[in-house]
């Protein structure tokens, strides 16, 4: 097996090592019925019918006129970031909800990679296709209720992560060296083939 040969092998070795300690576990329920994943996976089912729909409030409030649109995540970290204790579950997933702009101002913080955002809950109509907003599917609201409020996101320098990146250091050094020797071992091969 020639060297290159063998890097490859130690490079997919690494790889399969890592995804398979990363792979997700699905376990999160949404506290919604229905969540966010079955609005869209069957939306006429829901289409026009008035849901209650929690979620965290992330983004920015974008004010239109006397209305507003909000962002909600129903996803595995609208509690908690991964940090701070949640499981990798998959992708984000929420709804965008259009209401009046006096019920978006209660939400005070919004969900980012510095913050948790409010946790909230809304009661509105589902629209599969809203004809008022060019067919998207969106939640029109009327209530909005703060169930958590926001905080600044937790995010501790872990000791595991530290001796991680020492020991990834070290081996990217090893093969480095390793790479050396085995170069200069091959010119002085190439070196001597020539005299």
């Given at each position: 097996?020639?060297?290159?040969?063998?890097?490859?092998?130690?490079?997919?070795?690494?790889?399969?090592?890592?995804?398979?300690?990363a792979a997700p576990a699905f376990g999160f329920e949404s506290p919604n019925d229905p969540s966010s994943a079955e609005l869209v996976e069957s939306p006429r089912e829901f289409d026009g019918t008035t849901i209650t729909f929690e979620g965290e409030a992330i983004g920015e409030s974008m004010v239109r006129g006397d209305h507003a649109w909000l962002h909600l995540n129903d996803d595995a970290y609208m509690y908690e970031n991964v940090e701070e204790g949640a499981r990798l579950e998959g992708y984000n997933s929420g709804m965008p909800v259009w209401l009046p702009a006096d019920l978006a101002r209660r939400v005070e913080v919004f969900g980012d990679y510095k913050h948790e955002g409010d946790v909230v809950r809304v009661i509105g109509t589902y629209n599969a296709a809203c004809a008022e907003h060019g067919g998207d599917t969106d939640i029109h609201a009327t209530e909005l209720t703060v169930l958590l409020p926001g905080r600044d996101a937790e995010d501790p320098v872990e000791p595991w992560k530290i001796g991680l990146t020492l020991v990834m250091t070290g081996a990217a050094a090893?093969?480095?060296?390793?790479?050396?020797?085995?170069?200069?071992?091959?010119?002085?091969?190439?070196?001597?083939?020539r005299r």
């Open positions: 097996m020639n060297r290159l040969a063998r890097l490859a092998a130690v490079v997919v070795l690494c790889a399969v090592t890592f995804a398979a300690g090893a093969v480095i060296l390793a790479d050396r020797r085995l170069g200069r071992r091959e010119l002085l091969g190439m070196a001597r083939a």
